[in-house]
């Protein structure tokens, strides 16, 4: 959510609610262009090039990273991608497996026929570390394309500076297996509560206020009550998040002059990547009864093209205007509200608020997830017995995005 509060709660207020489970957004453009900056300049500039995108699920097939805003209590957070059959193994130095979640996405290159072109746009390379060992796997949600030579490894870049009490030092990754299966989907990411696990995944927020009068805030490692600038990386407590405080959730890869344009100063990292990716949250939304200050009592769960956040969340200096892609999963668009909404930003190219209404968990929790695959890009409430494994089957997969009760609505383009 950026600068749209009163665009959304126009909307809402406009629609007729119906309790909802399942939607399924239609209507993606499956080309557009958004603008792109080049660089932040010294002089608060920041010059923009058009950028064109393709695909059934573009621009969400870019890496994305996640906001939730308070109040909210986040119990769990998972990141799935998807396995296909050829699956590329490939070691790393020592020390890079120590670091290294990396969950970089390449396009296919490959001199094929010109009718297996349009699957080929769809792979993706995936990295994750699993059982303390960094695989890869060609990311192919939909049928297998002639196998190409494998393509050389990706130079893994350096950890960030402040590489100690890291979260992946501080927590050990969750046992997971190493071949989960063709088709199958493997958890890449994982944050814990309760137990103080977080692995894949790197804590920010918009708390970086050393060129604000040029630029705006821009990210820094949160403090573990997720109110506060930290020194270094943190793994955020079972805590509540106070009403408009907000944590970014991106990869734990740090940028490396490989992320575009990134906020001087910034704590810039990449976002979770590949073509076909499952973000899976459990929460609760308490009542705080605020009625004061910037987004009083709304709480919210969304997703934002990773450019974004790298460059200035709320100023201009970004892909959003332009329509590089927002997924609002899960936001309460009125103080006090008891519902949420799922919405879909894309500037110019596409817009559209689901009018399905979704429960804010005001006591207990609430599972939730969104899924970028099959062609599609949808949010489910997943059963309360829903366990974040370490291995999604392709069946239980298709079992949440094929609900009988779906609701389907399409976008304006």
Known sequence: MRSHVAVGIALA??????????????????????SKPQVLAADGSCPMSPYSYSGTVAPFDEELSMIFR???QIAQIAVYNQQAPSKIKRSRHAHQRRHGHLHDQMEAKRDVEAEVEAKIEERQEVYATINGKVDSWANDYFGSPPTPAPAAPIAQPPPPKAAMGSVEETAPAPEASTNVGAGNWARTAYYEASS??????????????VNYLTYGAVLGYVSSDGQAQSGQPAI??????PDNFEIVVSSAQACNGDCGA??????????????????????SMPLTGDQSGLNPDKPGFWLLNSQIVNTVQYAACSCWISGCGEFDV??????????????LHGGPNFQGQAPGAIARPTTGTI?????????????????????????LSSDAVSAIINSPDIQEFSLTV
């Open 262 to 283: 990134v906020a001087p100063d910034a704590t810039a990292y990449h976002g979770f990547a590949g073509a076909n990716k499952i973000f899976m949250a459990e929460y």
């Open 13 to 34: 207020a406009s629609l007729t609610s119906t309790a909802a489970q399942s939607i399924k957004f239609l209507g993606l453009p499956t080309s557009a262009t958004y």
């Open 196 to 209: 103080g696990t977080a692995t894949g995944l790197s804590f920010l927020q918009n708390n970086n206020w």
């Open 236 to 241: 955020l407590e079972d805590t509540l998040l």
């Open 330 to 343: 899960h936001e309460v668009l009125a103080t006090g509200a008891t519902v949420g909404y799922a919405t």
């Open 70 to 72: 308070g109040p909210i």
């Open 367 to 391: 599972k939730i997830v969104a899924v970028i695959a099959a062609g599609q890009v949808s949010v489910h409430v997943l059963p309360a017995d829903f366990s974040f494994d370490s291995t």
